[in-house]
């Protein structure tokens, strides 16, 4: 197979750097865009408020601690959506096979291109210009032959970067970086493979299988393969979308049901609320199950008429796992997902549609309305929450 030119384009601190362009009094300050309340997380830090150790999905909390001078924004997801549709056109007129994975970063498979417009270094530039001159931004962009060391390459010269890595480059790149750089490569899961001795990438892809199958299982195989830059994924154009998905491996296993269900919950809400975003509706509900040993299972239930309620997804998907859990009782789990799929365009609410359907809609268009405002972590469903210790026996609360 010839080499691709696969590049991965990151936008550098986005939605912090689109409040530092907007507000010229926050340039060269410590940004913190995120939620100041109790439970406060940050969605975006600016690269003066990192270098305390500030990092996104951090509680606001601990982020002030750390930087108490910081200023802190409210999300204004809406205006960051614009500014991001404003970036993927700029890649569309290089490419149609842009697979945008969030509103800030997205792999661009530029093989056909790079004869008409110059190899992929060049093309990057081209891109990194125009996206400067139009939204006053810049992003950072990895060069590869696949998407896996595109990905890690765009992230080793932040920000405003541009790496390339050529095919016969990729071990002299990947060697000395940290396994930690290898995305997958969970908080829980990269210390138990630095207690082997294995602290580079470079000793990660010479170890023996034997030697990390304790850990990975099955997979260990796949991680040797993905620590030698081996990756032959294709970039998945966005409108060629045939699912819609969300998943979450864990860090430990979990066998807890009450748990499981409520990562279910949290799942589906994503899926439901990615699904009316792209103004589809879905006839079938995929649950997916992985046991601690790597075997995988899925289960589905299509239904008419399709939906994009939270509430129907939820339900489907919620019962799919309840009732594979029934057949293997306290197994515990390492990733369970959620996806829709039989897509097809949304249509308009008629006029003989259920009250309840009616109902649920309306509470979707609120929390869509609410997190496009506030932020993805406004809300949450209720049952993905903590829930408080229960008093001892004769204290309980009235």
Not at 130 to 147: C, D, Q, W, Y
Not at 249 to 266: G, K, M, Q, W
Not at 305 to 319: G, L
Not at 342 to 359: E, G, K, N, V, Y
């Amino acid at each position: 197979m010839d080499a691709r030119t696969i590049l991965h384009v990151d936008m550098d601190a986005f939605y912090a750097s689109v409040e530092q362009r907007d507000d010229p009094a926050l340039r060269g300050r410590p940004v913190i865009v995120g939620g100041t309340g109790g439970r406060g997380v940050v969605a975006a830090a600016s690269y003066e408020v990192r270098r305390y150790g500030v990092h996104s999905a951090m509680p606001m909390r601990e982020a002030l601690r750390r930087c108490p001078e910081a200023v802190c924004v409210q999300p204004r997801i809406g205006h960051y959506a614009d500014v991001s549709r404003q970036v993927f056109a700029v890649f569309h007129e290089f490419t149609p096979l842009v697979q945008g994975l969030s509103l800030d970063e997205a792999f661009l498979d530029v093989t056909a291109g790079t004869g008409d417009l110059g190899d992929g270094e060049r093309v990057a530039h081209a891109i990194k210009g125009r996206i400067l001159e139009r939204t006053g931004l810049t992003a950072s962009v990895g060069v590869a032959p696949n998407k896996l060391v595109a990905k890690i390459a765009s992230d080793l010269r932040k920000p405003d970067g541009l790496v390339v890595v050529r095919p016969d480059e990729i071990s002299a790149v990947l060697d000395p970086l940290p396994i930690r750089k290898l995305f997958g490569l969970g908080a829980k899961t990269a210390p138990k493979v630095e207690a082997l001795g294995i602290r580079t990438l470079g000793e990660l892809r010479e170890a023996s299988p034997a030697r990390l199958r304790p850990i990975f299982g099955r997979y260990a195989e796949r991680v040797l393969q993905r620590a030698a830059g081996i990756d032959t994924r294709p970039v998945v154009p966005d409108q060629d979308e045939k699912q819609i998905s969300a998943e979450e491996t864990f860090d430990t296993d979990i066998a807890d049901p009450a748990r499981l269900r409520s990562e279910i919950v949290r799942l589906a809400d994503k899926v439901g609320a990615r699904l009316r975003a792209r103004g589809f509706a879905a006839s079938c509900v995929t649950v997916k199950i992985r046991r601690r040993d790597f075997t995988t299972y899925s289960r589905q239930r299509h239904f008419e008429p399709p939906t994009q309620e939270t509430r129907v997804i939820t339900s489907i998907a919620t019962e799919l796992l309840v009732a594979w859990l029934a057949t293997q009782p306290g197994t515990a789990l390492r990733l369970v997902g959620v996806g829709v799929s039989d897509l097809a365009p949304a249509t308009q609410l008629d006029l003989f549609t259920a009250p309840q359907t009616s109902r649920n809609r309306e509470l979707d268009a609120a929390v869509d309305r609410i997190r496009e405002r506030f932020g993805k972590v406004a809300l949450a469903p209720a049952s993905t929450l903590a829930r408080p210790p229960e008093a001892p026996p004769g204290k309980r609360e009235r």
